[in-house]
């Protein structure tokens, strides 16, 4: 257990999730977990040990949750540990829920919900963050990012449409927005290439003049080479 990962704990968690129907992504603006079942929110934080950290991590994420739940790995004596009534009976008093996860010494996990969150009742304090949470959720194709990574490459909804013109644009030669819209490109192309944030891609004037013809630069394509695995 001195060796487990707070990454380690995302597979089992995530596969919980998503037998129960909901959808789940990983390091969502700065939650480790997502999860979401047509208008409902969940939040997950995952902690190597159950800190005061983890606990003032999850009281924020209240703030745009439906239910938030910290998930710990199980102590090697089990439920006969010290203080594990304790910290069932913390989370209570904070209306947040508890998950252990286990591993069995053949390596498969095994996860138990000692506390579930106590359902929201109070209006949302942060209406705005919750939607932007909500929106980063939804914006995500898949779900590459593995809750509770730390010093690693995180892939947003912003980056992975960047990462999608860049491929377009390498695959296909220079274009201009609306030719890699037509191309299966996202919908903001023009605004990802116009605005170039992230310094990706060279423009120059298309034929005519009034337009640009984008090109995917250097920068661009080490980006598709560092996010391969990812895409």
């Known amino acids: 257990m001195d060796k487990l990962l ?8 995530r596969d919980y999730l998503e037998g129960l129907g909901y959808q789940v992504k990983g390091e969502v603006k700065d939650c480790d977990i997502t999860a979401m ?16 950290e ?4 999850a009281m924020d994420r209240q703030r745009v949750a439906d239910g938030v739940y910290v998930a710990v790995p199980l102590p090697k004596r089990g439920y006969m540990a010290p203080h594990i009534r304790e910290m069932q009976s913390l ?19 095994q996860l138990d919900v000692a506390v579930h969150p106590k359902e929201a ?36 909804a912003y980056k ?17 927005a609306e030719d890699v819209k037509r191309m299966g490109g996202p919908a903001n192309a023009a605004a990802i290439l116009g605005r170039n944030v992230l310094g990706w891609f060279d423009r120059e004037s298309a ?3 009034r337009k640009y013809l984008y090109r995917v630069n250097q920068k661009g394509l080490e980006a598709l080479e560092l996010y391969g695995d990812v895409l």
Not at 133 to 140: A, G, K, N, P
Not at 164 to 176: E, F, I, Q, S, Y
Request: proline fraction near 5%.
């Open 54 to 57: 983890l606990l003032y991590q």
């Open 91 to 109: 989370c209570r008093r904070l209306e947040l829920g508890l998950i252990f996860v286990g591993f069995t010494q053949r390596g498969v996990p």
């Open 37 to 52: 079942r047509e208008d409902e929110l969940i939040v997950v934080e995952l902690k190597r040990g159950f800190t005061l």
């Open 6 to 13: 707070e990454q380690d704990l995302y597979g089992p968690v």
């Open 207 to 209: 034929p005519g003049g």
């Open 160 to 176: 992975e449409q960047a990462l999608r013109t860049a491929r377009l644009l390498r695959d296909h030669g220079p274009a201009m």
């Open 121 to 156: 009742s109070a209006p949302r304090r942060d209406k705005k963050r919750r939607l932007a949470v909500i929106r980063e959720h939804q914006s995500r194709t898949g779900s590459a990012n593995t809750g509770g990574v730390t010093r690693k490459k995180i892939l947003t």
